[in-house]
């Protein structure tokens, strides 16, 4: 029978209730041996390794610099990968020691990674132990506490899996310090097209994402306001031309590696590291470092009838270029009316750094470079 | 003509790229060595990277990430394989 053992956030000092989750030493999905360091955490006063408890495939199930919480589950090590996923993606995930508080380790797990306090849970066993189906109805009967107008409406389907709600929060925390708003341009497609037809016809694969990488890269050093942040009322800027693009997994897993000083890059180059990247990325064989300090990034939505795909930045960064699908649009060349492949771009950008006359006189640029692309 | 050990190669690139390019049967039985992306319009780079990870399903082998993008034809395909399979 397969078994896991979920990956906890320790206390690392007494007054901290979240700690840093400074990097992954090992990537998602590699086998470790008990006692193996798997990650660093770090507060404002310590910092902290976490070894693995036993031997097994490890699964993250947190991003590298998110700020989590003590007690969260952050990863599971289970006999084998599909056993640990299966428990991430369960709602029963465990997490902080019990601490003298009357429950038992799987209830104070459980509690924690609801954020329930064992003071709120009635217990329905002998000697007034706190046990795990205490607090699992406490949370049921909680999630049904829904506003009267919904709650009727609505089913309890479970805590949010832990890979996504690492994402939310990412995006939650990134949000909360912007000023986002946005600006659309459309791109005419033909020469891109012309540039991606010539390779796939010779064997290589080439696409319009590797295009846009390529054009950011030439186009956004020019524009730094959209590569700098806002912190505590200092500015800093990314001065690397580190471009993240976002990658979806065959079962639906969002990605975001990272390309470096793509600026630096052939248009070949490009397009073989981001795939290569994005296979690594699928395959969960990258490092914590891959997906980490993007100066920018870039999300395609390639699903057809896409007609503005309005991101969010990542946390540590100010913008992102939301990618459509392409379509057809009837155009005018010449004084004659032209069916011409066209594609939207959105930035998303933080109104704190810039304006809208800023932000689309990138697109602009961006537009201008991809409509007369080079090899 | 192309040998039986190729001819075999083709058959389980034909079922990786219908199930990975979400082909009719008509279009996978179209596949041949000369096919490139440009010829289907499913070829997508996100679905070339899923017609990777079935081709690795399929013959039992990893390749390497770095040459996945010179792997956009048949006959590219067909070429990795035969060299993986190659001892």
């Known amino acids: 029978m397969a078994s896991v053992t979920p990956l906890v956030v320790p206390q690392v000092n007494v007054n901290d209730e979240t700690v840093r989750l400074a990097r992954w030493s090992v990537p998602d999905g590699a086998t470790v041996a008990a006692g193996d360091a798997v990650c660093d955490v770090e507060t404002t006063k310590a910092a902290s390794e976490i070894t693995a408890d036993v031997a097994g495939v490890l699964v993250q199930s947190a991003i590298a610099g998110e700020q989590v919480a003590v007690g969260a589950v952050i990863g599971a090590i289970g006999s084998t ?105 459309d791109c005419r497609l033909n020469a891109a097209h012309a540039l991606v037809q010539e ?157 809208g006359v800023y932000a689309a006189s990138f697109l602009a640029a961006l537009v201008k470079d991809l409509e007369s692309p080079r090899s | 003509m192309s040998s039986v050990p190729e001819r075999e190669l083709l058959s389980g690139i034909r079922a990786c790229m219908q199930a990975a390019l979400k082909l009719s049967d008509a279009d996978a039985a179209a596949i041949g060595l000369t096919t490139t992306p440009d010829q289907l319009p499913g070829w997508t780079s996100q679905a070339h990277l899923e017609l990777v990870f079935a081709l690795e399903r399929q013959f039992d082998l990893m390749f390497e990430a770095e040459e996945i993008a010179e792997l956009a034809s048949v006959k590219a395909i067909v070429g990795a394989l035969e060299k993986v399979r190659t001892p």
Not at chain 1, 174 to 180: A, F, N, P, V
Request: net charge positive.
């Open chain 1, 81 to 185: 990968r599909e056993a640990a996923a299966a428990f991430l993606a369960e709602p029963v995930t465990v997490a902080r020691p019990a601490a003298g508080n009357g429950a038992t380790p799987k209830a104070a797990v459980l509690a924690a990674q609801h954020g329930v306090s064992l003071d709120q849970v009635r217990t329905a066993g002998v000697q007034g132990t706190i046990k795990e189906t205490d607090v699992r109805r406490f949370i049921d009967a909680s999630a049904k506490a829904l506003p009267a107008g919904l709650a009727k409406y609505f089913v309890h389907d479970g805590a949010l899996p832990g890979f996504d709600a690492a994402i939310a929060a990412n995006l939650r925390r990134s949000t909360q310090g912007l000023i986002l708003t946005s600006v659309d341009m």
């Open chain 1, 199 to 355: 390779a796939q016809a010779a064997g290589r694969m080439l696409s319009l994402l590797h295009l846009v990488i390529a054009a950011v890269g030439r186009s956004l050093p020019s524009f730094p306001r959209l590569t700098s942040l806002v912190w505590e009322g200092s500015l800093y800027r990314h001065p690397a031309m580190d471009i993240a693009f976002v990658a979806r997994s065959a079962d639906g897993r969002l990605f975001t590696p990272v390309l470096r000083a793509v600026d630096q890059l052939s248009l070949a180059e490009i397009a073989k590291a981001s795939q290569a990247a994005a296979l690594r990325a699928m395959r969960g064989s990258a490092k914590a470092e891959d997906f980490e300090g993007a100066a920018f990034t870039i999300s395609q939505v390639p699903v057809p009838g896409t007609t503005r795909v309005v991101a969010l930045p990542s946390f540590g960064q100010s913008a992102i270029l939301g990618v459509s699908s392409e379509r057809t649009s009837v155009g005018w060349v010449d004084g004659m009316a032209v069916a011409q492949p066209m594609v939207t771009f959105t930035l998303s950008y933080d109104h704190a750094l810039c304006d």
